[in-house]
């Protein structure tokens, strides 16, 4: 059993900061890539940010020079720094990680959070 537990989300003016964390535990082997989705009311789901085990990274256009992703390996856990933020950021953020996991052989797996809401008020 893999579980991704998110904190961090909350009420922010525009302009301020928040920082996104995702932690995962269980039966982990090894954590692949690990990646920051958010989903705004009647929109769908889209990616904000990947890092891949080696550090690299990927953002969407709308939020780069503005979010940082970043990661502890040794501690399985993902972080979104997110600054200037806009009202256009308000959504329900989900932490996501391809997590190979042992149980008698080895298999691959998406695993999501369980969604963290943030609001950007103007």
């Known amino acids: 059993q893999v579980q991704l537990v998110e904190s961090g989300g909350g009420l922010v003016q525009a302009g301020g900061s928040l920082r996104l964390s995702c932690a995962a535990s269980?039966?982990?082997?090894?954590?692949?890539?690990m990646g920051w989705y958010r989903q705004a009311p009647g929109k769908q789901r889209e990616l904000v940010a990947r890092?891949?085990?080696?550090?690299?990274?990927n953002y969407a256009d709308s939020v780069k020079g503005r979010f940082t992703i970043s990661r502890d390996n040794a501690k399985n856990t993902v972080y979104l720094q997110m600054n200037s933020l806009k009202p256009e950021d308000t959504a329900v953020y989900y932490c996501?990680?391809?997590?190979?996991?042992?149980?008698?052989?080895?298999?691959?797996?998406?695993?999501w959070g369980q969604g963290t809401q943030v609001t950007v008020s103007s």
């Open positions: 996501n990680a391809a997590i190979t996991v042992y149980t008698g052989s080895y298999y691959t797996k998406d695993y």
């Open positions: 269980g039966r982990i082997f090894r954590v692949n890539a």
């Open positions: 890092i891949t085990s080696s550090g690299s990274t």
